[in-house]
């Protein structure tokens, strides 16, 4: 009896030992499935933090307001609003464009994200 | 103030981050002459929406592209915007700015391309350098 409670003892813990190889590499292609996490937030820029009057991160282009759409950055920008115009559709038809909302920019240089100074160019348009 | 009669209104989406209707520029999309006077921006094919009804939060955004081609020149004149409690700063000058542009509709069939970029005006327009956030602060 007592040679038999070792015996399946010995059987568990070499059954159990016995599964570990299995185990492991189980384990392993988990966390190979797992997809990489950015762990220092993405390379995208930051939006300007305050909000305008529709709740929107989007500063208007004006002689005394900030220029740029994104935040912890240095670099050259460019603004431009209140465009007008004109041009045509598709089917003949002389359409205007522009309003004192058409308004662009663009920026260029170093910004902050990602926990790192990263480089780039971009506009609002 | 958006216009009554306004029945296109092309940009891109707004970023998860609440980036808004910014999209990086290609290589080679922002040329800037030897003294700093001139910037000329110019992208093919950018992907917008048309959002018609824009800023209604229940305006349909229906898939568009968009070309353009923008130029910025220096009139001089200096312009210097800083505000501390908003951590940025900005110095540069007034500038003229014109453009042209295209942009297609295609599950509506639309399509619609301005006039020469000579005839465009704009009342407010500005080039320089900035800094702001952590840079302000450093």
Redesign the interface.
Known sequence: MNSLIQTRREALKSGGLALLPLLIPRASLAFDDQTPMTANG?S?????P?LDK?G???QA??????????????????????????????HGNR?P?????T??G???G?Y?AARAAQK?????? | MVPANQIHDCHPPIAPSGLYWVVPVPEGGLIVSADGNTMTLEMRDVPVVDQPRWPALDSVATPARMSFKMVWKSTGEPVKIEDAAKHFGFTGTKALCQMEAQIEVPSIGFSWKSDPMNTSKCDVAMMGEEVNGRYYDM
């Open positions: 993405g995208d820029p930051y939006p300007i305050w529709n929107s991160h989007n282009a004006s002689f005394n307001l900030e220029p740029s759409h994104i935040y912890h950055f240095k670099g050259r920008v460019a603004r431009s609003s209140t465009f007008t115009g004109m041009g045509t559709d598709n359409i464009f522009g309003s004192p909302t308004d662009y663009v920026m260029q170093e902050w780039g160019t971009f506009t609002h348009i």
